[in-house]
């Protein structure tokens, strides 16, 4: 690290430091707190490397009073903590999918930091991988590829892993429902463009298959996938269909009613009241959100046989409660949809058609 300022030398070794310290626990067979030990210590990785990419830049990572001065706390300035250096890094970071999987994380270590949960291990194994890619991958472009930690780590032996424990903790433990809810919740949150992305969630079948006749090969190799030919895309597709499945999320954790929906819609409109029976009202109201969920087939009828086969990223069926909450994204959605007053006529018009 010769040639760095010291403070820039200081936090990027406790990032080094701290992600190799994440995947020893992670890798450890004893250890119980795996996913709770490697996602608190990834936390401080992450930020001690936007701490030293700040610093190089000549950037002071503090916060700050309303007067400009830095905030203190017991004497140290306060730092910026891994949100807020996201906010600096990636800015707005929607549609971003190393941003995305970073926020992931902030919200669960808080969940699972003073709790015992290995139930969850294998469920967001996939987030956990891409987190320490993605971060191997902004050392290497931020300070180039002597401060990578590729060299230094191998393939962990595997057993093979089951969602099931998760199944059977959510019944009994309602702290593993809690967190359950969560990964749901947020999964169904964001694009598919950023969940099909694997610096989001590292996704890969490990097959196993005859010794190569060659004793030089390696054992395990990483194949890109961009960088397969049609043909070999193919084949591997035709494969993943085969085991595939839709993890359909069904929980209640921040959804709206419609109720709620109506309202929120009807302020960020401007309040818009029509005459109905001699009396002033709302012009938005349930039947009107009724109009919406059917005309853009974000859940299934009444009654159906597959109340869970909603769209999720604007609605969720709860099961418990046999009925529907929907997200923010459905709200944004309305918002945008009818603060062209056409889009309100052609929702009850005969034909029905809105443009978009």
């Known amino acids: 690290m010769k040639g760095l300022p010291r403070a820039v030398k200081d936090a990027l070794q406790k990032a080094r430091d701290s992600a190799l310290l994440a995947v020893e626990v992670y890798n450890k067979p004893a250890v119980a707190f795996k996913s709770g030990g490697y996602i608190t210590l990834m936390v401080i990785a992450w930020t001690s490397l936007f701490h030293a990419i700040f610093y190089r830049k000549g950037v002071k990572p503090y916060y700050r009073k309303p007067n400009g001065r830095y905030e203190r706390v017991e004497g140290d300035y306060r730092h910026w903590e891994l949100g807020e250096c996201l906010k600096h ?5 929607t549609g971003n999918p190393v941003c995305k999987n970073l926020e992931f994380f902030i919200p669960l270590r808080n969940k699972i930091e003073h709790r015992s949960l290995p139930e969850i291990d294998s469920t967001i194994f996939g987030e956990c991988q891409a987190m320490l890619l993605n971060f191997d991958t902004l050392l290497e472009k931020e300070f180039g590829t002597r401060y990578c930690l590729r060299q230094s780590l ?29 990964i749901e919740q947020y999964r169904s949150s964001i694009s598919t463009e950023v969940q099909q992305s694997g610096q989001y969630s590292f996704k890969a079948f490990l097959i196993q298959v005859a010794n190569h006749p060659s004793k030089d090969a390696l054992p395990i190799q990483f194949v890109n996938f961009e960088k ?5 895309k193919k084949s591997i597709e035709r494969f993943v269909a085969l085991v595939k499945y839709k993890h359909i999320p069904v929980a209640n954790v921040d959804t709206l009613r419609p109720g709620d929906v109506v309202s929120r819609v009807q302020q960020a409109l401007g309040n818009p009241k029509v005459t109905r029976a001699g009396k002033e009202a709302d012009r938005l109201n349930i039947a009107w959100h009724t109009r919406c969920w059917q005309h853009f087939k974000v859940r299934p009828p009444s009654k159906s046989p597959n109340p869970e086969k909603t769209d999720t990223k604007y609605c969720i069926y709860d099961k418990r409660h046999n009925d529907y909450g929907y997200t923010e994204e459905w709200v944004k959605f309305l918002i945008q949809t009818f603060d062209d007053e056409t889009a309100h006529k052609g929702l009850f018009s005969g034909d029905g058609k809105i443009a978009l």
Not at 89 to 93: A, L, N
Not at 228 to 232: A, K, N, R
Request: net charge negative; glycine share 6%; proline share 3%.
């Open 89 to 93: 890094y990636y800015g707005d970071g």
């Open 154 to 182: 191998s393939f962990a032996l595997q057993m093979y892993p089951s969602a099931s424990n998760l199944a059977e903790a959510v019944k009994r433990n309602r702290v593993a429902r809690a967190a359950a809810e969560f």
């Open 228 to 232: 397969l030919s049609e043909e070999e």
